[in-house]
T-cell receptor, first 114, second 115 residues
């Protein structure tokens, strides 16, 4: 199955709170899991990415948690700010190296209220 | 700015027509990817080219075709347009063909409205 399921569809968080977005997959051939951030009128931009041999990766206020056995990964945004308000997409890439095509989740619209 | 340039920004056309979307990748990138973003389907991979050759195909309709030219720019041709083809079409580029941490950089997209 080449699907990535993402939840929730939308999320409202107060400034300073923690935003959590979850993704799940079935295909064990995925070897790279990036998160993209998209602002209105712009294209998606890579935020942070992880490989399945690592359980957690942190970059500033953004952390990916990866559970290989459960085939789930999540994005945590600590100390959420109004500037973080955007649509977030998780994605996955199939191992092999012959292509870099990404399978995207359906997106989460995050609104951080001041 | 990602360095990926897409034209036009917005295109309005009628059903049955044909349009061409253009993408210029970042300098030095050899791969170009096309994605379709619609409200109900999210971001869907269409096709990838690497240095002029097709590398991977996704859910691309037979009415759609693409190519990558010797100067590495790419065009996505959409023909016999239907209302359901209305969407944002994104182009992305990366250095390699796949593997490693080959980051894809996205353009701002071309919004197609079919009336």
């Amino acid at each position: 199955q080449q699907q990535v399921k993402q939840s929730p569809q939308s999320l409202i968080v107060q400034k300073g709170g923690i935003s959590i977005i979850n993704c799940a997959y079935e295909n064990t051939a995925f070897d790279y899991f990036p998160w993209y951030q998209q602002f209105p009128g712009k294209g998606p931009a890579l935020l942070i990415a992880i490989r399945p041999d690592v359980s957690e990766k942190k970059e500033g206020r953004f952390t990916i948690s990866f559970n290989k056995s459960a085939k789930q990964f999540s994005l945590h945004i600590m100390d959420s700010q109004p500037g973080d308000s955007a649509t977030y997409f998780c994605a996955a890439r199939i191992r092999g190296g012959a292509t870099n095509k990404l399978i995207f989740g359906t997106g989460t619209l995050l609104a951080v209220q001041p | 700015d990602s360095g990926v340039t897409q034209t036009p920004k917005h295109l309005i056309t009628a059903t049955g027509q044909r349009v061409t979307l253009r993408c210029s990748p970042r300098s030095g990138d050899l791969s170009v990817y096309w994605y379709q973003q619609s409200l109900d389907q999210g971001l869907q991979f269409l096709i990838q080219y690497y240095n002029g050759e097709e590398r991977a195909k996704g859910n691309i309709l037979e009415r759609f075709s693409a190519q990558q030219f010797p100067d590495l720019h790419s065009e996505l041709n959409l023909s016999s347009l239907e209302l359901g083809d209305s969407a944002l079409y994104f182009c992305a580029s990366s250095v390699g063909m796949g593997g490693g941490a080959d980051e894809q950089f996205f353009g701002r997209g071309s919004r197609l409205s079919v009336l």
